[in-house]
């Protein structure tokens, strides 16, 4: 069964620095997310992504993260300066038509 | 904004016995999924159940909306070892809102 695909499954970063977390939803999929789960806390929603464009983002998703689709395959969360705060596993999913999203297994992302 | 919220938030049962998990959210919905979440492992999703539905089943799954009351609850029947996991309720709302809200999840343990 096709699988959303992620990497690297974790990420040590020194805080302030820079980091890209990648993605590769099923192939066939039209729409994209990325999700963070705090560790011990519940799983938040940070963004949307459809035909090539936000289409929903939270109030955590700021001006520190952005997305985006490179090319025909790969979906990723880029994290500008990034802060003890958000360490936690990111989560992408991707979703076709009236379908349950399918999740990755994540990327572990710890800022030191 | 709309939230779901599990109860109990754990749970410890014998192998063989059911295992009940309920949900709670706050706002109006279009859909209400069941997720499953192995330790260290991404979000498998279980079982949808729209708006307009009453009890959905799936193999050893039962799961029961009551709008009215905003609430919902997953059984699982003849529980299995390998049914331990974290379980996750998420809402999608009704607004054409994309985003998956999830409850704070309910562990589960099967003791064999």
């Known amino acids: 069964e096709p699988e959303v695909t992620q990497t690297p499954s974790h990420q040590v970063t020194q805080m302030g620095q820079e980091v890209i977390l990648r993605c590769v939803p099923i192939s066939n999929h039209l729409y994209f997310y990325w999700y963070r789960q705090i560790l011990g806390q519940k799983v938040e929603f940070l963004v949307s992504?459809?035909?090539?464009?936000?289409?929903?983002k939270s109030e955590i998703f700021d001006d520190q993260f952005s997305v985006e689709r490179p090319d025909g395959s790969n979906f990723t969360l880029k994290i500008r300066s990034t802060k003890l705060e958000d360490s936690a596993m990111y989560f992408c999913a991707s979703r076709r038509g009236y379908q349950p999203q399918h999740f990755g297994d994540g990327t572990r992302l710890s800022i030191l | 904004s709309q939230q779901g919220e599990e109860d109990p938030q754990a749970l410890s049962i014998q192998e063989g016995e059911n295992a009940t998990m309920n949900c709670s959210y706050k706002?109006?919905?279009?859909?209400l999924q069941w997720y499953r979440q192995n330790s260290g492992r991404g979000l498998v999703h279980l079982i949808l159940i729209r708006s307009n539905e009453r009890e959905k089943h799936s193999g050893r799954l039962r799961v029961t909306l009551d709008t009215s009351k905003k609430s919902s609850s997953l059984l699982i029947t003849a529980s299995r070892a390998a049914d331990t996991a974290s379980y996750f309720c998420?809402?999608?709302?009704?607004?054409?809102?994309?985003?998956?809200?999830f409850g704070q999840g309910t562990r589960l343990t099967i003791n064999p």
């Open positions: 706002t109006s919905i279009n859909n």
């Open positions: 992504f459809y035909n090539n464009e936000i289409s929903e």
């Open positions: 998420a809402t999608r709302g009704s607004q054409g809102a994309q985003k998956l809200v």
